[in-house]
């Protein structure tokens, strides 16, 4: 069967949006970013989680304020003019939920090549698995497709 197009190539690419958290690059799904905005004053919350210990005001709604460095072994770092929130929507146990991520960096919205996803290295690296669904190539870079729904719990 020449000339026809394999359906399964054209379900090999997901459409992402490129950031940088720490000295590591994530690539999230693009369909569950709502917006990406510049930081905005936060709250803090007595007895939270130390990764979700603020909330912010988006659109008259409060919206929990993740920084998932710890998560990855990273130290906290002060905002610099690159630092964005990427506001997303995820589904916890089975309701949709609003956070905002802060972003070091956020660079563009691409696609990635299902076909290159790699789970994470046995050795070498010091990033919980649990946290991590694969790895993908883009470009002459990898990134890291994170595990958002286990990182925020």
């Known amino acids: 069967m020449t000339g026809a197009a394999d359906p399964q190539a054209q379900s090999a690419t997901l459409q992402v949006v490129k950031v940088r958290i720490g000295s590591e690059t994530f690539a999230l799904d693009a369909g569950m970013v709502r ?17 979700l210990d ?6 008259g709604n409060v919206v929990p304020l993740a920084d998932i460095r710890e998560r990855f072994g990273m130290k906290p770092e002060a905002a610099t003019p690159d630092t964005r929130f990427v506001v997303i929507e995820i589904g916890i146990a089975g309701d ?3 956070v905002a ?10 696609e990635v090549e299902t076909s290159t996803a790699q789970q ?17 190539k883009l470009g002459d870079e990898f990134v890291i497709l994170p595990e958002i729904e286990r990182i925020l719990n």
């Open 35 to 51: 917006e990406i905005i510049d930081p905005i004053p936060t709250t803090r919350v007595a007895g939270a989680r130390s990764h």
């Open 54 to 59: 603020r909330i912010v005001n988006v659109r």
């Open 96 to 98: 949709p939920v609003i």
């Open 101 to 110: 991520l802060v972003a070091d960096k956020v660079f563009e919205v691409t």
């Open 120 to 136: 994470v290295p046995k050795v070498g690296t010091s990033w919980k698995p649990e946290y991590i669904k694969s790895i993908v």
